[in-house]
């Protein structure tokens, strides 16, 4: 099946993920890029986003999965008259014509900017690094069954903390996204409850590139 | 450093409508922009971006040169307060600008709950509430809508109304105003010239005088403004201005579809309507317009559904040639296309059996009334023979899902006209038995009823409304005469119903209390999430307003009434006329069997009334 890398920032990055299917959906319709619909009593386009992203994440690095009726069309058009057909903040990077599984992908660089309205306090950044040099950072995780702790730090593979400018401090870090999974923004959780007296006043997060297990850029 | 908006966006529920930013929006530069309106509506994006009017005067406002027109809509509770906490004022959401830096600030109201969202709106902006309090041409103001047809509520708050139909009516408007704030006019001088713009009425030109009993006196015009203000009206739809490039939201709104409209105005006269009179004369729009329109409106926005909308589509003349062109159109595109308010004859039950290869939706009645003696005297024109014979053919047809829609507290009605409601959803039940095709799955059979409100500029204007514990005895007996499994009903409390009634009928002594009530909190009142009637019944006591007087008291037919300075067009007459007819329960032809002189028709220049 066909792919496609697409960034979603700016206000774009409020869109939910059904919300954001729909969109898709009507941009394809748009650009006049017929899709398959899928079987059954409420027939449906067929697109798939491969990492549900939470409402408010920015991303350089969306994958989406979609089938066309029919038609071929070079994949450089289908691009083009889909950045046409989409709205500020979503865009097009990349088509190819077939995938990787799904199931091979496993890693996430993501960048956390954290920000200090009265300014970065002196040691901020080593008690970061020194907290996820730990053995065990647990933090809680709604799951479908409630609310269920886990311990994060297997699952970050590197991490970096540095302070950029006076008022804000970055993460970088490659965790796992998938079996099991870690939601970027947990690091920031993570900060709150074993170091309150450095919780940000607001942080961003922005999912940045996708691996497979080899750890090579997955598309 | 990510700005306040951008932080309380995760925080709030919908963030994304607060954003814009949506395929279709239309942004300006503002160097080139003289004119910035603020178009607001009285309740939230899912709402408001449904309605289509809005949509339409979004369109030609920004089709003219020097003037942007921005969206506003009322937030959500847990946005306002994080706006109230951060002091963060009402923005539009195409710049993101402050509501209360703009030239023109305009609302379009539908619906009387509305209200308090209208002056919690202007709060929020931080815009004065009063007229009187916001000097100068700077946030001027204005409202149209339905509700505009009895604005006296809303006078002491809003410059000026716009009456009718707003595709030529708003131009000429905006176009004054651009003009005032080139030449630096004072706001007195631009309220007496735009005031003689048919169609607008400047209700600081107007005093209301009291008899001692309450009822109105005289309504005096002050420095020459006209007796009465006509609603403007668009003669020729085909040519008529029309958005095909909508705005696309990228959240889901309640009518989350194309909408295009077949036609305006209604041959039907159900007594209790005001839609169905305010917006009189008819005027068609040929199949061959709304064919193209409806391409270039799907090609555009890329949904994958439309709906043909009116007052009662099934009257438009040309529904078999425009469907008979779109169906295999939005089947080869897999569109949905959509047919509300079907009427139960046989063209339309043919249409039904062919869109249902499309898609299968609900079955869905408006009787109003339980007996047919009732449903002559509002003038519905739905026999039980017709309801009876669609709902065989719909249930042969597959279908197991009935809705039926009633009024309670009608003029006239009796207990046996109740009762007879529970009798009508019992032969349904009995046309199921007789005629499913596929009994497994059980019938379901949905009645719901309203609590009756008379509405100005109908025949029902002078009615009373009947008391909420009489309203709430009368669905308890319906209740106790309903006993099969298959029928969920649904009642409302009396409560918001009552308030409406009292404001549909208002006058101008109501201000204070929508300002009392949404200084209170009333906000909102629409969801069943924030409407709180003690807020609004203590604004009444504390104005000292006995909401009787507007409700269950009635008016009478001699009474200075408090919209009589508002001419819709149909003449108050022939309202007075049905009125009677209904007494006796004499049903009018619709207007397909003859012009029944409702006086409508003196609105048009050009054309004919085209029932
Ligand atoms: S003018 Fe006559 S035909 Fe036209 S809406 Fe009125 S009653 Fe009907």
Same mark, same amino acid.
């Given at each position: 099946?066909?792919?496609?890398?697409?960034?979603?920032?700016?206000?774009?990055?409020?869109?939910?993920?059904?919300?954001?299917?729909?969109?898709?959906?009507?941009?394809?319709?748009?650009?006049?890029?017929?899709?398959?619909?899928?079987?059954?009593?409420?027939?449906?386009?067929?697109?798939?986003?491969?990492?549900?992203?939470?409402?408010?994440?920015?991303?350089?690095?969306?994958?989406?999965?979609?089938?066309?009726?029919?038609?071929?069309?070079?994949?450089?058009?289908?691009?083009?008259?889909?950045?046409?057909?989409?709205?500020?903040?979503?865009? =097009?990077?990349?088509?190819?014509?077939?995938?990787?599984?799904?199931?091979?992908?496993?890693?996430?660089?993501?960048?956390?900017?954290?920000?200090?309205?009265?300014?970065?306090?002196?040691?901020?950044?080593?008690?970061?690094?020194?907290?996820?040099?730990?053995?065990?950072?647990?933090?809680?995780?709604?799951?479908?069954?409630?609310? =269920?702790?886990?311990?994060?730090?297997?699952?970050?593979?590197?991490?970096?903390?540095?302070?950029?400018?006076?008022?804000?401090?970055?993460?970088?870090?490659? =965790?796992?996204?998938?079996?099991?999974?870690?939601?970027?923004?947990?690091?920031?959780?993570?900060?709150?409850?074993?170091?309150?007296?450095?919780?940000?006043?607001?942080?961003?997060?922005?999912?940045?590139?996708?691996?497979?297990?080899?750890?090579?850029?997955?598309? | *450093?990510?700005?306040?908006?951008?932080?309380?966006?995760?925080?709030?529920?919908?963030?994304?409508?607060?954003?814009?930013?949506?395929?279709?929006?239309?942004?300006?530069?503002?160097?080139?922009?003289?004119?910035?309106?603020?178009?607001?509506?009285?309740?939230?994006?899912?709402?408001?971006?449904?309605?289509?009017?809005?949509?339409?005067?979004?369109?030609?406002?920004?089709?003219?040169?020097?003037?942007?027109?921005?969206?506003?809509?009322?937030?959500?509770?847990? *946005?306002?307060?994080?706006?109230?906490?951060?002091?963060?004022?009402?923005?539009?959401?195409?710049?993101?600008?402050?509501?209360?830096?703009?030239? *023109?600030?305009?609302?379009?109201?539908?619906?009387?709950?509305?209200?308090?969202?209208?002056?919690?709106?202007?709060?929020?902006?931080?815009?004065?509430?009063?007229?009187?309090?916001?000097?100068?041409?700077?946030? *001027?103001?204005?409202?149209?809508?339905?509700?505009?047809?009895?604005?006296?509520?809303?006078?002491?708050?809003?410059?000026?109304?716009?009456?009718?139909?707003?595709?030529?009516?708003?131009?000429?408007?905006?176009?004054?105003?651009?003009?005032?704030?080139?030449?630096?006019?004072?706001?007195?001088?631009?309220?007496?010239?735009?005031?003689?713009?048919?169609?607008?009425?400047?209700?600081?030109?107007?005093?209301?005088?009291?008899?001692?009993?309450?009822?109105?006196?005289?309504?005096?015009?002050?420095?020459?403004?006209?007796?009465?203000?006509?609603?403007?009206?668009?003669?020729?739809?085909?040519?008529?201005?029309?958005?095909?490039?909508?705005?696309?939201?990228?959240?889901?709104?309640?009518?989350?579809?194309?909408?295009?409209?077949?036609?305006?105005?209604?041959?039907? !006269?159900?007594?209790?309507?005001?839609?169905?009179?305010?917006?009189?004369?008819?005027?068609?729009?040929?199949?061959?317009?709304?064919?193209?329109?409806?391409?270039?409106?799907?090609?555009?926005?890329?949904?994958?559904?439309?709906?043909?909308?009116?007052?009662?589509?099934?009257?438009?003349?040309?529904?078999?040639?425009?469907?008979?062109?779109?169906?295999?159109?939005?089947?080869?595109?897999?569109?949905?296309?959509?047919?509300?308010?079907?009427?139960?004859?046989?063209?339309?039950?043919?249409?039904?059996?062919?869109?249902?290869?499309?898609?299968?939706? !609900?079955?869905?009645?408006?009787?109003?009334?339980?007996?047919?003696?009732?449903?002559?005297?509002?003038?519905?024109?739905?026999?039980?023979?017709?309801?009876?014979?669609?709902?065989?053919?719909?249930?042969?047809?597959?279908?197991?899902?009935?809705?039926?829609?009633?009024?309670? !507290?009608?003029?006239?009605?009796?207990?046996?006209?109740?009762?007879?409601?529970?009798?009508?959803?019992?032969?349904?039940?009995?046309?199921?038995?007789?005629?499913?095709?596929?009994?497994?799955? !059980?019938?379901?059979?949905?009645?719901?009823?309203?609590?009756?409100?008379?509405?100005?500029?109908?025949?029902?204007?002078?009615?009373?409304?009947?008391?909420?514990?009489?309203?709430?005895?009368?669905?308890?007996?319906?209740?106790?005469?309903?006993?099969?499994?298959?029928?969920?009903?649904?009642?409302?409390?009396?409560?918001?119903?009552?308030?409406?009634?009292?404001?549909?009928?208002?006058?101008?002594?109501?201000?204070?209390?929508?300002?009392?009530?949404? @200084?209170?909190?009333?906000?909102?009142?629409?969801?069943?999430?924030?409407?709180?009637?003690?807020?609004?019944?203590?604004?009444?006591?504390?104005?000292?307003?006995?909401?009787?007087?507007?409700?269950?008291?009635?008016?009478?037919?001699?009474?200075?009434?408090?919209?009589?300075?508002?001419?819709?067009?149909?003449?108050? @007459?022939?309202?007075?006329?049905?009125?009677?007819?209904?007494?006796?329960?004499?049903?009018?032809?619709?207007?397909?069997?003859?012009?029944?002189?409702?006086?409508?028709?003196?609105?048009?220049?050009?054309?004919?009334?085209?029932?």
């Amino acid at each position: 099946m066909p792919r496609l890398l697409f960034e979603k920032k700016g206000n774009a990055v409020w869109i939910s993920h059904l919300d954001l299917m729909r969109l898709f959906q009507r941009a394809f319709k748009r650009a006049g890029l017929p899709l398959t619909h899928t079987q059954g009593f409420n027939p449906r386009p067929s697109v798939s986003i491969a990492l549900p992203l939470s409402v408010g994440v920015e991303s350089g690095c969306e994958l989406l999965d979609f089938d066309l009726d029919g038609v071929i069309i070079p994949c450089k058009d289908i691009m083009e008259r889909l950045n046409c057909a989409l709205t500020d903040g979503v865009r =097009v990077l990349d088509v190819y014509e077939n995938g990787a599984k799904i199931k091979h992908l496993s890693y996430l660089d993501c960048c956390l900017t954290l920000e200090y309205d009265r300014g970065v306090a002196a040691g901020t950044v080593e008690n970061m690094k020194a907290l996820f040099c730990r053995d065990e950072v647990i933090v809680e995780k709604k799951g479908k069954n409630g609310i =269920v702790e886990q311990n994060i730090i297997p699952m970050i593979r590197n991490l970096t903390v540095e302070q950029a400018g006076e008022k804000e401090v970055k993460i970088h870090a490659r =965790v796992c996204c998938q079996n099991p999974s870690l939601n970027p923004m947990q690091l920031s959780a993570a900060i709150d409850k074993y170091l309150p007296e450095v919780k940000p006043d607001f942080v961003r997060c922005c999912r940045v590139e996708v691996y497979d297990e080899q750890e090579n850029v997955f598309r | *450093m990510t700005n306040l908006l951008q932080r309380i966006l995760p925080t709030v529920q919908k963030p994304a409508r607060y954003t814009g930013g949506e395929w279709g929006e239309i942004k300006k530069n503002l160097e080139d922009v003289r004119v910035r309106v603020a178009f607001c509506f009285p309740d939230t994006y899912e709402i408001g971006m449904s309605n289509l009017g809005m949509r339409i005067l979004y369109g030609v406002m920004n089709e003219m040169d020097g003037v942007w027109c921005e969206r506003v809509f009322a937030p959500w509770g847990d *946005m306002e307060d994080a706006m109230r906490e951060h002091n963060l004022p009402l923005w539009a959401l195409e710049s993101q600008n402050a509501v209360k830096d703009f030239d *023109m600030i305009a609302f379009t109201i539908g619906y009387e709950m509305a209200y308090s969202n209208i002056l919690n709106m202007l709060n929020l902006a931080g815009v004065p509430l009063h007229a009187k309090d916001r000097q100068g041409l700077k946030n *001027m103001v204005f409202a149209g809508g339905v509700c505009a047809f009895n604005p006296e509520p809303l006078a002491e708050f809003i410059d000026f109304f716009s009456l009718g139909e707003g595709e030529e009516i708003t131009v000429e408007i905006v176009a004054l105003y651009d003009k005032a704030k080139a030449e630096e006019w004072s706001k007195e001088r631009f309220l007496r010239e735009v005031a003689k713009i048919p169609g607008v009425y400047v209700p600081s030109l107007y005093r209301h005088e009291y008899n001692a009993d309450g009822t109105l006196s005289a309504i005096v015009p002050l420095e020459g403004a006209p007796e009465t203000v006509t609603k403007r009206i668009v003669e020729d739809l085909d040519n008529a201005y029309w958005p095909t490039k909508m705005i696309v939201p990228s959240t889901e709104i309640v009518h989350d579809r194309a909408n295009l409209e077949v036609f305006r105005g209604c041959i039907r !006269g159900c007594r209790f309507c005001q839609a169905g009179f305010s917006c009189r004369p008819v005027r068609k729009k040929s199949p061959e317009v709304l064919y193209k329109q409806a391409m270039e409106t799907m090609e555009y926005s890329g949904h994958n559904e439309i709906t043909l909308s009116s007052l009662s589509t099934s009257d438009y003349r040309g529904l078999k040639e425009l469907t008979d062109e779109l169906i295999p159109y939005c089947a080869e595109n897999r569109i949905n296309l959509s047919v509300p308010s079907l009427r139960a004859d046989n063209f339309s039950r043919e249409l039904m059996e062919k869109l249902q290869t499309v898609r299968k939706s !609900g079955l869905t009645f408006a009787p109003e009334a339980g007996t047919q003696r009732l449903r002559d005297v509002i003038n519905k024109n739905l026999t039980e023979d017709e309801i009876l014979n669609t709902c065989a053919n719909a249930f042969s047809g597959g279908w197991n899902n009935v809705k039926l829609y009633f009024m309670l !507290g009608l003029p006239t009605e009796t207990d046996e006209d109740v009762l007879g409601i529970a009798e009508l959803v019992y032969k349904v039940i009995k046309t199921w038995q007789a005629n499913a095709v596929n009994k497994k799955r !059980g019938l379901r059979v949905h009645v719901a009823t309203a609590y009756f409100v008379p509405k100005p500029h109908t025949p029902f204007q002078w009615e009373k409304q009947i008391t909420p514990e009489e309203y709430l005895r009368r669905c308890r007996l319906l209740k106790s005469h309903f006993y099969s499994k298959s029928i969920t009903y649904d009642y409302h409390g009396p409560d918001l119903s009552r308030l409406e009634a009292v404001f549909a009928r208002g006058d101008r002594r109501l201000g204070p209390v929508i300002e009392e009530a949404v @200084k209170n909190g009333a906000k909102l009142d629409g969801w069943d999430e924030y409407f709180n009637y003690s807020k609004w019944f203590d604004a009444l006591n504390e104005c000292g307003i006995d909401a009787d007087f507007y409700t269950t008291r009635g008016y009478g037919e001699d009474e200075v009434l408090p919209w009589d300075t508002i001419d819709v067009g149909v003449k108050k @007459k022939f309202l007075l006329k049905e009125r009677h007819r209904a007494y006796e329960a004499t049903v009018t032809p619709d207007c397909r069997h003859g012009c029944a002189g409702c006086g409508a028709n003196c609105l048009l220049k050009e054309v004919e009334c085209d029932a």
